[in-house]
Nanobody
């Protein structure tokens, strides 16, 4: 099991930027895919971005392409989500998650960090 802890959320004005961090521990990550998800009040959780830890394959939701960038620092076992051009509709609790690369379902989840974008 991978333990995940998010940080970096907060309140920002529309057009601003935030960088979320996800610190991972408990497993070697070379065979894992890590991702970011978000859930707004009353909405279902949605995929934001993902990265294959080894090889760095990236995926993004269409709603964040060109604005958000996912990356990882292998030395720190930390994944990041750089969010630029934030919009009020980006307001949500952001979660990081992990799954073994041969699986398709995210099994390990962090506790989430709140991002609020004011208009």
């Amino acid at each position: 099991q991978v333990q995940l802890v998010e940080s970096g959320g907060g309140l920002v004005q529309a057009g601003g930027s935030l960088r979320l961090s996800c610190s991972a521990s408990g497993r070697a990550l070379s065979n894992y895919v890590l991702g970011w998800f978000r859930q707004a009040p009353g909405m279902e959780r949605e995929f934001v971005a993902a990265i294959r830890w080894s090889g760095g394959r990236l995926d993004y939701a269409d709603s964040v392409k060109g604005r958000f960038t996912i990356s990882r620092d292998s030395a720190k076992n930390t994944m990041y989500l750089q969010m630029n051009g934030l919009k009020p509709e980006d307001t949500a609790v952001y979660y990081c998650a992990a799954h073994y690369y041969t699986l398709t379902t995210y099994r390990d989840w962090g506790q989430g960090t709140q991002v609020t974008v004011s208009s």
